[in-house]
């Protein structure tokens, strides 16, 4: 089994709960944090993704970004279905899409 001897540190200012955000010398690490779901994506961690890939782009330190999942079963498995409704996806916040909150923290 591979054993990653890097020391990946948290890239700060975030309070992701469905993402790891972590970067290594110019490499940035997102992971998908929901083994328990195969890491299937929620509303919320499609927005986490989207303000980490934001952040990579807008930081010029950041050469790489890696994109991976949680635990061993999987790399993702696509939506969730248990959040879907009839409209599409149903976030925590009972709306239908992408979240409007929380946000990037000062």
């Given at each position: ?13 975030f ?18 944090n ?5 890491n ?30 949680a635990?061993d079963?999987a ?12 409209g ?10 992408l ?8």
């Amino acid at each position: 089994k591979y054993n990653d001897m890097r020391e990946w540190k948290k890239i700060e200012g975030f309070d992701f709960k469905e993402i790891i955000f972590e970067e290594y010398h110019h490499i940035a690490k997102i992971t998908i944090n929901r083994p328990r779901y195969r890491n299937a994506f929620t509303p919320l961690t499609v927005w986490e993704m989207s303000q980490a890939f934001t952040y990579c782009r807008d930081h010029l330190d950041i050469r790489v970004v890696i994109l991976t999942g949680a635990g061993d079963k999987a790399f993702c498995s696509g939506g969730d279905m248990h959040v879907k409704g009839r409209g599409g996806y149903v976030g925590n916040d009972g709306s239908i899409g992408l979240p409007r909150s929380p946000r990037k923290k000062a």
